[in-house]
């Protein structure tokens, strides 16, 4: 997410007035407004999943841990090891 756009949308929620008044509640606790506490609450669940490594990766690092894995001398050895050209010069 790097591009920063300023237009607004409007999102709509369908919920009875009682679950309005509790999410607005809610909201309020957090000294929020409703849009405010659901974009938080977007905010932090993208946030939290990113973080959090998948099975692969864990895997991958616990076998590097353990001493297993390739170690390459140089970038040039892993690009070509890779099957790919190095592009960017360090």
Known sequence: MTAQHHEKVRVVIDCSVEERACIKMLAARKHM?????FLSMAKEELASKSKVPNKTTLAAHQEAL?????????????????????????
Do not use: C, N, Q
């Open 66 to 90: 353990s001493g297993g894995g390739t170690a390459y001398d140089s970038m040039d050895d892993f690009w070509a090891d890779m099957g790919l050209e190095r592009r960017a010069k360090s």
């Open 33 to 37: 407004t409703i849009s405010e506490y």
